[in-house]
């Protein structure tokens, strides 16, 4: 169960306002609000089924005037799905290969010079986004629509978006689902001026011990290409793999 909430966390959190999760039993998509984020998950269909599947996603997102999805392929995906969508036209997404990982332990200690806790207000939470906006180099697209959705997510995300403090500012953050089996953790993200000096630590720190107080001691994600070294030196442990591709409508 742990391995198949890593691989796909969208699909078993709870939702934010204006998001939306559709299951049919072969896939599950999810849609968040605005008009730039969508994700296929939870792949359960035969291989040979591939084409009728695509094209059922695709006249989803159409009727819903989206134009591009990420698709989310992980270990208990059908053999050779990757392939076969790459086949069809999907190509990697940016980071196109992560790691699903869990930690049921404790985690080190934050170093002195920082601190972190959950954001406690709208000008915290934007500043916060910020940093995360800049680390996954957002288009502006993509920021206008996230910034204009910010007073919503602060006064009614059932998310917990924490935030890493040095000197006074706020250079790193990340956002956090709890679930029954841990947080779900998301878009771990750190300033370029304050990478490699113990900040990512101090929010897995923060998540942790929330996730502690919420009586589920366990943290979930997902380890790409930046993250997954220092996941693991965290003490996080491996438990599947997830493919990222992007199929673009238009």
């Given amino acids: 169960m742990l391995r198949e909430i890593a691989e796909y966390p969208n699909s078993f959190g709870p939702l934010a306002q204006g998001d939306e999760r559709i299951d049919t039993g072969r896939y599950t998509l999810c849609l968040g609000a605005g008009s730039t984020w969508n994700t296929v998950q939870r792949q359960r269909f035969p291989l040979e089924d591939v084409d009728d599947v695509l094209a059922e996603v695709r006249a989803e997102l159409r009727a819903r005037g989206r134009t591009q999805t990420q698709w989310e392929v992980g270990s208990s995906a059908p053999p050779g799905l990757v392939d076969a969508l790459l086949e ?51 288009t502006p697209q993509e920021i206008e629509e996230a910034r204009r959705l910010l007073p919503e997510r602060f006064r009614d995300s059932s998310n917990l978006r924490h935030a890493v403090w040095l000197e006074g500012e706020i250079v790193c953050t990340g956002t956090a689902t709890p679930t029954e089996h841990g947080l779900l953790l998301y878009g771990g993200a750190t300033a370029a001026r304050a990478r490699g000096r113990g900040a990512y630590r101090a929010l897995i720190r923060a998540r942790w011990e929330d996730a502690v107080a ?37």
Wanted: hydrophobic share 45%; aromatic share 6%; charged share 25%.
């Fill in 88 to 138: 069809r036209g999907l190509v990697p997404d940016k980071d196109p290969y992560a790691v699903a990982v869990v930690l049921t332990r404790e985690p080190p200690a934050m170093d002195p010079a920082f601190s972190a806790r959950q954001v406690e207000t709208l000008e915290e939470l934007e500043a916060a986004a910020q940093v995360q906006w800049e680390a996954f180099g957002a």
């Fill in 214 to 250: 919420l009586g589920t001691p366990s943290l979930i994600t997902q380890g790409g290409s930046m993250s997954r070294p220092i996941l693991e030196r965290l003490g996080f442990e491996r438990v599947g793999e997830v493919h990222m591709l992007l199929d673009k409508l238009c």
